[in-house]
């Protein structure tokens, strides 16, 4: 069976552009979702086996998110997608328990890397 997956970026083209690197290597993208509080929800409902999650949205950011996440299970696998120069909020997820991050632009390697490590 695929792992499944929970995009959340607050932009659709890039959801499907990580949803489009997933499926082809044989990964199910389970949901998405546009904001943090939002990701919190989804991943109550279909505890995926990993969350893809950007760092800057509106409502509730990714770090936010992620912290939220872990207080639901502590064993949740977590990547954080960032953009350049925010090594500060990245160290910070980190901290909150997020177990890697890709930076983007993506490339598609790099996420498929990322992903297969985490999830190993």
């Known amino acids: 069976m695929g792992k499944r997956i929970l995009i959340v970026d607050d932009a659709a083209f ?9 499926t082809k290597h044989g990964y199910e993208v389970c949901c998405e979702a546009e904001n943090g509080a939002k990701a919190v929800e989804k991943y109550k409902e279909e505890s995926p086996d990993l969350v893809l999650m950007d760092i800057t949205m509106p409502e509730m950011d990714g770090i ?3 912290k939220e996440i872990k207080k639901i299970d502590k064993d949740a696998k977590i ?3 960032s953009a350049m120069g925010q090594q500060a909020m990245v160290i910070e997820s980190i901290q909150a328990g997020a177990s890697d991050f890709i930076v983007k632009p993506f490339q598609s390697e790099r996420v498929i890397e990322a992903v297969k490590k985490v999830l190993k």
């Open 14 to 22: 890039m959801r499907m552009m990580i949803k489009d690197i997933l």
């Open 64 to 66: 936010q998110a992620v």
């Open 79 to 81: 990547v954080m997608c």
